[in-house]
């Protein structure tokens, strides 16, 4: 196990230190509207590429769990953003819908400052069309040169037009509509022969001004770009230049700091692994309570052994799970490997002992550590995760009879409430289904494969026995804050003896070695608890 732990940390300091790079760093919110995050994996897709790093999902939600609605992000709020992800752009997106199509507004932080926005439609989010438009899009936002266009030019030496609104003009509607930050644009009429599903139009919005102390030459050469803009609109652009402004959209005159050259990383392996489930750390306690029995199957004799069943015992529980990759802000596939544990344990339990009116305690506790491998489908918050489970661990119930000084109350608390130290090794899994933002359903399934179950199966008591188990939860999470969650589960457990008739007490009973006595066992609970948890 150790071994197992040491490897998941060594691959997980690889995986970073290749990823950490000095190259410039683009954050990618959710995307306003987008439940399934559809649209934001088609964005990440667009934006990859050879020139760009894209932080992690994981990273930039959990940063965003400090803000707002993305929606309603100022200014001040991106430049915090991309502050704490230390971040040189942040970009954020709004779904919306205008005639048959889908339209997507664009907001991008970058260089100090919040460029004009902009908006696409499309039909299709996953088309190659889009993807090639948009990434050169943002490119130009960023000041960026593609791969295609000649690596290593200088972005403020780009011939790139600027389509802006001259001054004093009336605006049309749908870029009246595109002015209000929480408005979809509608999108332009579409130019060219043909009535193609693959064609996206896409256009401009104008941020409000804000005052500004730049040089008077950089508001001359704005002056003049507009200027050229408005004879543009009016039919002077050539048809050629028109195309080019279609495909390719136009890098704004920035502050005086200029736009930083924003370049981002190699595109990530997509994998429904490991995704960007938004809880990278986990630690939860909280009371419990557990309800035993056992259930012998025995022939009918006079000593046979008592099923015992106890009352509901309160105790205490805790458990935890961490993903190394994810909260370095990872993705892929790697990103959902991790860690896990659990611990439960109940106050003694009295069992009392057959025949007298003496009771003895009985301990019960369990916990379990292992390995986890989350698999994601989507990548927004109410998006459904798939976690596999494989840990090791023990469960005790073991009575103490020491105080007992009466030999045949002794012998019969040994027979009734043997002492078993479970060794077992549990695979299974857990679906987790957010129905909202802040409420999720959770149902989780394991085998319990035991391996030993302690002095139960000596000679001297019940002997050699083939056991097997599985164990089955249900619980519901309510989300109480960015970082904290309650949970509440309810648990059914159950492990079956079968005895192979080499013990004592499994064939002596009734004085007849010949014959076997007790032929198995059932250790069945019944529980559940209440905890607070702390994720991130």
């Known amino acids: 196990m150790t071994r197992s732990v040491a490897l998941i940390f060594c691959v997980a300091g690889l995986l970073f230190s290749r990823s950490a790079s000095a190259r410039p760093r683009i954050a990618l919110t959710e995307i306003a509207g987008d439940a399934s995050g ?103 936002r960023f000041g960026v040169s593609s791969d295609s266009d000649g690596a290593g030019a200088d972005p403020a030496e780009e011939d790139v037009k600027v389509k802006r609104k001259a001054k004093g003009r009336a605006k049309p509607k749908a870029d009246a509509e595109a002015e209000d930050e929480d408005e979809v644009a509608k999108p332009p009429a579409r130019t060219g022969a043909g009535k193609g599903s693959g064609k996206i139009a896409e256009k401009d919005d104008a941020e409000p001004a804000e005052a500004s102390d730049e040089p008077a030459r950089e508001r001359a050469s704005k002056d003049s770009a507009e200027a050229a803009d408005a004879a543009d609109d009016d039919g002077t652009e050539d048809s050629a230049a028109r195309r080019r402004r279609k495909k390719v959209a136009a890098a704004e005159t920035e502050s005086e700091d200029g736009i930083a050259a924003v370049a981002t990383v190699d595109r990530p392996a997509r994998s429904t ?110 998006s459904p995760a798939l976690t596999l489970r494989a840990g090791y661990g023990q469960r005790y119930v073991t009575a103490d009879p020491r105080q007992l000084t009466d030999a045949t109350a002794a012998a019969a608390a040994v027979r009734d409430t043997p002492p078993i130290i479970y060794t077992v090794i549990d695979p299974g899994a ?44 249900a619980s519901v999470e309510v989300k109480l804050s960015s970082r904290i969650e309650l949970q509440v589960a309810g648990e059914f457990s159950q492990i079956g003896f079968a005895f192979q008739g080499g013990g004592a007490l499994a064939t002596q009973l009734d004085g007849n070695a010949a014959t076997k006595d007790v032929g198995g066992l059932t250790d069945r609970t019944v529980g559940g608890w209440a905890t607070l948890g702390l994720a991130y």
């Open 430 to 473: 857990t679906f987790r289904l957010p129905v909202t933002g802040s409420i999720a359903l959770t149902l989780a399934a394991r085998a319990m494969v035991v391996t030993d179950a302690g002095p139960i199966q000596t000679a001297q008591l019940y002997g050699a026995a083939r056991v097997f188990g599985a164990a089955g939860s």
């Open 273 to 382: 692994g490991g995704g960007t489930d938004q809880r990278a750390v986990r630690v939860a306690a909280g009371p419990s309570i557990m309800q035993r029995s056992l259930t012998f199957v025995a022939s009918n004799i006079a000593n046979k052994p008592r099923n015992v069943v106890l009352s509901p015992i309160a105790g205490a529980y805790t458990d935890g799970e961490i993903y190394p990759l994810a909260l370095l802000g990872q993705r892929g596939f790697a990103a959902g490997l991790g860690l896990g544990f659990e611990y439960e344990q109940q106050a003694n339990a009295q069992v009392q002992v057959a025949n007298t009116m003496t009771t003895i305690p009985l301990k019960q506790l369990h916990y379990s550590i292992g390995v986890r491998l989350r698999f994601m489908f989507g990548s927004s918050q109410t």
């Open 38 to 140: 559809d649209v934001r994996d088609a964005v990440a897709d667009a934006l990859a590429g050879n020139e760009l790093l894209l932080i992690g999902n994981l990273a930039v939600d959990r940063a965003m769990s400090n803000f707002g609605e993305v929606t309603e992000l100022t200014e001040s709020d991106f430049k915090r953003l991309a502050n704490e992800l230390a971040a040189d752009a942040v970009v954020s997106g709004k779904l919306g819908r205008a005639g048959g199509a889908r339209t997507l507004k664009f907001r991008v932080f970058v260089g100090k400052k919040l460029t004009k926005s902009f908006t696409m439609s499309f039909k299709d989010p996953r088309s190659e069309k889009l993807r090639t438009v948009l990434h050169e899009k943002m490119l130009s």
